[in-house]
C-alpha cells in the first residue's frame, strides 16, 4: 500500500501547523500481492478538532459532518496512521479483486465505486 498527499510531497516528515488540529486528503494505492497496478481509495485524515472548528464556522441549520472516507486522530502521527491503515487494507479479502475492492469502499472512496461498463447489454 502506498500514500499519497496531493497537498503534500513527503507524508512521512509531514508536521501540520498544528498537529492536533488538520485535515488531509489522502489517496491509498491498493493493488493485489501478485500485480503491480494499483488502484487507488481516496480517504480524509483528520482531527475530531478539525470538525469541531469546521462545524462551530458554519450556520446554526448547517452543522452537520458525515463521516464515510474519514479517518479521525487525535494528532498527526504517520507511523501510527500508516501501521493502522496498512492493518485495515491487509483485512480486505475476497476470492476477486472485485470483492476486495468493496470492501475497500467501507474505508474510503475507491475510484472505480461508481464505474459502469457501457458495453454491457
Keep these: 500500500m502506498g500514500m499519497h498527499c496531493a497537498d503534500v510531497p513527503d507524508l512521512r516528515s509531514f508536521a501540520p501547523a498544528d498537529a492536533g488540529c488538520f485535515s488531509l486528503c489522502v489517496q491509498l494505492f491498493v493493488a493485489p500481492v501478485d500485480q503491480d497496478?494499483?488502484?487507488s481509495v481516496e480517504?480524509?485524515?483528520?482531527?475530531?478538532?478539525?470538525?469541531?472548528?469546521?462545524?462551530?464556522n458554519e450556520p446554526d441549520e448547517a452543522r452537520l459532518?458525515?463521516?464515510r472516507g474519514r479517518v479521525f486522530v487525535l494528532r498527526y502521527d504517520y507511523p501510527?496512521?500508516?501501521?493502522?491503515?496498512r492493518g485495515l487494507v491487509s483485512a480486505c479479502e475476497?476470492?476477486?479483486w472485485n470483492?476486495?475492492?468493496r470492501q475497500l469502499e467501507k474505508i474510503?472512496?475507491?475510484e472505480f465505486e461508481d464505474y459502469t461498463d457501457e458495453r454491457a447489454p
Design 37 to 39: 497496478a494499483s488502484e
Design 43 to 56: 480517504i480524509e485524515i483528520l482531527t475530531p478538532a478539525y470538525i469541531q472548528r469546521l462545524l462551530e
Design 65 to 67: 459532518a458525515l463521516g
Design 80 to 85: 501510527t496512521i500508516e501501521r493502522h491503515l
Design 94 to 96: 475476497g476470492d476477486t
Design 99 to 101: 470483492d476486495v475492492a
Design 108 to 110: 474510503g472512496r475507491w
